[in-house]
């Protein structure tokens, strides 16, 4: 691995069940356990990327502001967050990253999981379904919902489906240097 000035450190973090570990697993290319401690996991293809799967917050062992409280998410450790999120865009989002936001030299929001999404619009609106409309509300909604954080960029994917979706943009971002070349828009479209 490159020396410590080269290494760049994701927090990643989310609610129980949102797929973080599914989708560090589905960047790195490894398995791994969830741990009641941060669990390091490099990006093999960039290796000044570490990504470091959290506990999840909003739970009983750790409601958000113990979350906050416990993990020292302090921009010496991790420059970047990304906080994965699915199909339920709730207010612990919100606080967690509105009080975070300031911490991080980059912060990424990753809607999960919209293959799910599609689906169930398919079964409950057979004859309109449209997924193409499905995943432009998603990503309308993501982006909508979390505008007063500023995030530096919001991919909608789904772990699972890697070859679909904004998955490939996400992968692209983290291997290319992101911190090298700035890219104008803010919000992945």
């Known amino acids: 691995m490159a020396n410590d000035e080269e290494v760049f450190?994701?927090?990643?973090?989310?609610r129980e069940h949102v797929?973080?570990?599914s989708l560090i697993t589905a960047l790195c290319g490894q398995e791994q356990n969830a741990s009641e401690c941060p669990v390091m996991c490099g990006y093999h293809k960039n290796k000044a990327i570490v990504l470091f799967d959290f506990p999840p917050f909003g739970t009983s062992?750790?409601?958000?502001?113990?979350?906050?409280e416990r993990f020292d998410l302090d921009k010496r450790l991790y420059q970047g967050l990304i906080l994965v999120c699915d199909q339920d865009l709730t207010d612990d989002d919100i606080c967690i990253l509105s009080t975070l936001r300031s911490n991080f030299r980059?912060?990424?929001?990753?809607?999960?999981?919209?293959?799910?999404?599609?689906?169930?619009?398919?079964?409950l609106c057979s004859e309109g379904h449209n997924p193409k409309d499905v995943?432009?509300?998603c990503k309308y909604s993501t982006r909508k919902h979390f505008s007063a954080c500023r995030p530096d960029r919001i991919f909608v994917l789904d772990s699972f489906d890697t070859?679909?979706?904004?998955?490939?943009?996400?992968?692209?971002?983290?291997?290319?240097?992101?911190?090298?070349?700035?890219i104008p828009n803010r919000i992945c479209m």
């Open 61 to 68: 062992v750790y409601p958000t502001h113990m979350f906050i």
């Open 19 to 21: 797929g973080k570990t």
């Open 163 to 182: 070859d679909r979706f904004q998955f490939k943009d996400l992968d692209d971002y983290l291997q290319n240097g992101h911190m090298v070349r700035p």
């Open 9 to 14: 450190a994701y927090a990643v973090i989310g």
């Open 106 to 123: 980059r912060v990424i929001i990753v809607r999960n999981k919209v293959g799910s999404i599609i689906q169930l619009d398919r079964t």
């Open 135 to 137: 995943f432009s509300q």
